[in-house]
């Protein structure tokens, strides 16, 4: 099972996950005839942003993560989006399964703060996969081949994909993380004041700091 290769066939939100999820569909191959009886299957997801251009506005709000655009040159290298796993069943050949990919849209990430700064166009990702193969010899022998390390593909994600996944999840929303004390301060504040929501709150002392 030294043939075994793995291509991205598209990429949609699962609709019914619990946290945002990422279905990566992948084609799997064997090569012809051969026989897999199962596959434990390891998947580290990584950024590389390198690989397109951006607006005037996309670099203004990825200033945070690269820098100046004159540094880009430096700062813009590969990060790490996600690690995923699956279990694919049996097959002969080759087969496409779904590879879930569990997504957040916390600012704090730096892959979810990368995604949110993009208007438009796709995302430049590499797929490196290892794991587990099970299968037969020639002989009727249980066979376990590790998949071969340099087995990767590459994807460019529709930025519109990530978008209405996260819409799905969060719709017009977006989440922002701040320390115990901090929400304890703002949740008097609301109080205090008679506000009915964070929401109001926020916009309050926003107001009140002026443009």
């Given at each position: ?119 438009d166009g796709e995302i430049p990702l590499v797929l490196l996969f290892n794991g587990t193969a099970f299968g037969r010899s020639a002989d009727g022998a249980l066979r376990v081949d590790p998949v071969p390390w340099h087995c990767e593909s590459t994807y460019r994600l529709p930025v519109a994909v990530w978008r209405a ?47």
């Amino acid at each position: 099972m030294n043939q075994l290769s793995f291509e991205v066939a598209g990429a949609e939100a699962d609709r019914y996950a619990a946290v945002p999820t990422l279905n990566v569909r992948l084609h799997v191959s064997a090569g012809a005839g051969a026989d897999v009886h199962a596959l434990s299957l390891r998947c580290q997801i990584r950024i590389e942003p390198q690989r397109r251009r951006y607006t005037r506005a996309e670099e203004e709000r990825l200033l945070g993560l690269f820098g100046e655009t004159p540094r880009w040159g430096d700062t813009l290298r590969p990060f790490l989006w996600a690690h995923a796993s699956a279990m694919v069943p049996g097959f002969v050949g080759f087969t496409e399964v779904d590879l879930p990919v569990p997504c957040t849209y916390d600012f704090e990430v730096a892959a979810a703060k990368y995604m949110h700064s993009l208007d438009d166009g796709e995302i430049p990702l590499v797929l490196l996969f290892n794991g587990t193969a099970f299968g037969r010899s020639a002989d009727g022998a249980l066979r376990v081949d590790p998949v071969p390390w340099h087995c990767e593909s590459t994807y460019r994600l529709p930025v519109a994909v990530w978008r209405a996944m996260m819409d799905l999840y969060f719709p017009n929303q977006g989440w922002l993380r701040l320390p115990r004390h901090t929400l304890d301060a703002l949740e008097r504040y609301k109080s205090v004041e008679g506000l009915a929501t964070m929401e109001q709150a926020v916009e309050a002392l926003l107001k009140a700091g002026g443009p």
